[in-house]
């Protein structure tokens, strides 16, 4: 489903990520572990399209299409989501309405029929009452000056709504509290389909109980140094990282 | 205190201001009209009241508008309190013609009037005009100025406003520029706890020149003022904001707070801001902010992974900008109106 193949990108003319290589088929969910500053969420960014965030090698291919050529909308359009390490505050857009216009402005991308502002309404009241979010909450401008959880919450809810084919999601569990972290699980797994792929970055353990990863790709800078099965975090959780920094160094 | 303050002479071109006055520094009225334009005809032009009390102000005819006091009389009376001034449809085709003349709005004790002014069309001309505003004992205007006036317009519209003790003026500018377009309002606080807000929001793009000045002169004591300016200025258009507040010898007690926000969403825009505070008098709160900067990046790159295309998200967050400018605006009804023409304004003004 994603294929990503020697894929080498720098920022501000620094080479972030060296030739990574990843697949992700469909029905999959594969977790990505590694130390700060690894690329983990430069590898997001450049899947999502982020202006700055230049290519210089390798091909990513979305389903049989190649996903680099696109734009950042038509990407999401094509059903990629990426879910921000560092959700941004949307000052003067209440959290409705933002997602309204994301929602309907894919469909559009797609040739689909708008969302009537009903049937919005009561999807949207249906999502944010599984996530334990209160509707009022809705009405404030998105982001702006919500605890870290709530607006991992956000991520979650919006991804719930647009029903994303891909989701990339950048430590989305750091920030919640331990019960909010099994409803954004139970949320997340809801997700998962045949027919949908989840890259899931974090640095715990912990998440992966919830959400099970089919796969673990550790990344240390800016390539995956090695794979496993799910024993792999645990094997990280007990002995860190130090013996693939010191083999990719 | 009473305002001397007259129209500026549009017919006497050696009477116009130029950039050697301390006060005309960033808006260069001789350049925009080197010659006095003609004297419009307004003769044919009838004081109509329709919906929202509407009312032409222009029936005095050679370029002179007429006294305003029998329509604010006739709207305080009426049931909704309301006052529609219709400026829209006064000018030349081709030929700038020109209008002036001063109104005086005089509110009595506990009077309350809802003025919307109406600065649009599409007709050719230079204007320059005074309101003024009395406000007697616990008087309440609320005043709601739409300047989205043609491209080619030259116009200076200044208005003094004097209040007296409890009264309450709130003003909400919402301005597209012009190829001259200077707001200018003088404020008197004559009476102790009068409430003043003047507000205001900008979308200036091509080479649009907006220009909001305000004076505020404190005078008695427990007077506040209130004011939040945004704006968005794309192209090579110019924004300028002039923001005095003079706060006297014995105005204790005074609340004064300026703030003044801009997006410039290229190079070649300008924005000139001017906030001033002087404070003379004791146990006083005043403060005033003036920011400029630019459109967020990150948050457009976030509203686009979501699925909008760049022009959708820059629609939206350029709006998002202005809208509490609006927001603020009490009456549901002109608040709609207002929301409605910035959503309006802001999606023609995204393509780069
Ligand atoms: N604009 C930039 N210029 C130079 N270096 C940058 C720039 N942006 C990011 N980097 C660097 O790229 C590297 C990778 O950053 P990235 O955010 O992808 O790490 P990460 O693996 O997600 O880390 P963390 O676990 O802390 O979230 C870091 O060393 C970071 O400092
Ligand atoms: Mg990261």
């Known amino acids: 489903?994603?294929?990503?193949?020697?894929?080498?990108?720098?920022?501000?003319?620094?080479?972030?990520?060296?030739?990574?290589?990843?697949?992700?088929?469909?029905?999959?969910?594969?977790?990505?572990?590694?130390?700060?500053?690894?690329?983990?969420?430069?590898?997001?960014?450049?899947?999502?399209?982020?202006?700055?965030?230049?290519?210089?090698?390798?091909?990513?291919?979305?389903?049989?299409?190649?996903?680099?050529?696109?734009?950042?909308?038509?990407?999401?359009?094509?059903?990629?989501?990426?879910?921000?390490?560092?959700?941004?505050?949307?000052?003067?857009?209440?959290?409705?309405?933002?997602?309204?216009?994301?929602?309907?402005?894919?469909?559009?991308?797609?040739?689909?029929?708008?969302?009537?502002?009903?049937?919005?309404?009561?999807?949207?009241?249906?999502?944010?009452?599984?996530?334990?979010?209160?509707?009022?909450?809705?009405?404030?401008?998105?982001?702006?000056?919500?605890?870290?959880?709530?607006?991992?919450?956000?991520?979650?809810?919006?991804?719930?709504?647009?029903?994303?084919?891909?989701?990339i999601l950048d430590e989305t569990d750091s920030g919640l509290d331990i019960d909010a972290l099994k409803v954004v699980s139970d949320g997340v797994n809801a997700l998962r389909a045949p027919d949908r792929g989840m890259l899931v970055i974090t640095h715990y353990q912990r998440l992966l109980d919830h959400i099970k990863p089919d796969r673990i790709h550790i990344l240390v800078d800016g390539r995956i140094v090695h794979s496993g099965g799910p024993e792999l975090a645990l094997e990280l959780e007990a002995h860190g990282y130090d013996r693939y920094v010191n083999e990719a160094a | 205190m009473a305002f001397d303050l007259t129209p500026l002479d549009l017919f006497d071109p050696s009477s116009y201001p130029t950039r050697r006055h301390e006060e005309w520094k960033y808006s260069d009225l001789s350049r925009a009209l080197r010659d006095a334009p003609a004297r419009a005809d307004l003769t044919h032009m009838q004081a109509e009241a329709g919906d929202f009390g509407g009312f032409y102000w222009h029936c005095a005819g050679d370029g002179q508008l007429a006294d305003l006091q029998a329509a604010v009389s006739r709207a305080v009376q009426s049931s909704d309190g309301r006052l529609y001034l219709d400026m829209s449809d006064i000018g030349g085709e081709g030929t700038i013609a020109g209008y002036q003349g001063e109104g005086r709005i005089t509110l009595a004790a506990g009077e309350h009037l809802i003025l919307l002014e109406d600065y649009s069309g599409a007709l050719d001309y230079a204007a320059s005009t005074v309101l003024h505003f009395d406000l007697a004992e616990g008087a309440t205007l609320i005043r709601v100025v739409i300047l989205d006036e043609p491209e080619s317009a030259v116009s200076v519209r200044r208005s003094t406003v004097t209040t007296a003790p409890g009264s309450v003026f709130k003003q909400y500018v919402f301005a597209t520029g012009a190829k001259f377009q200077r707001f200018e309002t003088h404020v008197e606080h004559a009476g102790h706890g009068a409430q003043v807000e003047m507000h205001g929001a900008y979308l200036l793009k091509d080479t649009a020149h907006f220009d909001y000045t305000t004076r505020v002169n404190h005078a008695e004591v427990d007077g506040a003022t209130q004011q939040l300016i945004k704006g968005l200025v794309k192209d090579r258009a110019t924004a300028v904001f002039q923001g005095r507040i003079y706060v006297e010898k014995g105005a204790d007690g005074t609340d004064a707070r300026m703030r003044h926000q801009a997006l410039m969403l290229n190079d070649g825009a300008h924005v000139r801001a001017k906030p001033e505070l002087e404070i003379y008098a004791d146990d006083v709160q005043c403060a005033h902010g003036n920011t400029i900067g630019a459109l967020d990046e990150s948050a457009l790159f976030f509203c686009q992974s979501r699925g909008m295309p760049e022009e959708v998200a820059r629609a939206l967050l350029m709006q998002a900008f202005v809208v509490p400018v609006a927001e603020q605006i009490e009456d549901e009804a002109l608040r709609e109106m207002v929301l409605n023409w910035i959503a309006d304004k802001t999606e023609g003004f995204y393509a780069l």
């Not at chain 1, 080479?15 to 029905?27: E, M, Q, S």
Request: overall charge neutral; aromatic content about 6%; charged content about 25%.
């Open chain 1, 1 to 167: 489903m994603l294929n990503i193949q020697n894929l080498t990108v720098s920022v501000d003319d620094k080479t972030i990520l060296k030739g990574l290589n990843l697949n992700v088929p469909a029905g999959e969910v594969h977790a990505i572990m590694g130390p700060n500053g690894a690329g983990k969420s430069t590898l997001g960014y450049t899947l999502a399209g982020r202006p700055n965030y230049e290519v210089t090698q390798g091909v990513v291919d979305f389903n049989g299409e190649d996903l680099l050529d696109k734009e950042v909308h038509e990407r999401a359009a094509a059903g990629l989501y990426l879910s921000f390490q560092y959700p941004l505050e949307i000052p003067g857009v209440p959290a409705m309405t933002f997602i309204r216009t994301a929602l309907n402005a894919q469909r559009k991308v797609r040739g689909e029929e708008e969302m009537s502002a009903p049937e919005f309404l009561k999807t949207i009241r249906e999502v944010a009452k599984t996530l334990k979010i209160d509707m009022d909450m809705l009405k404030r401008p998105l982001n702006v000056g919500f605890s870290g959880g709530e607006k991992k919450r956000m991520e979650v809810l919006q991804m719930a709504l647009l029903q994303p084919k891909f989701l």
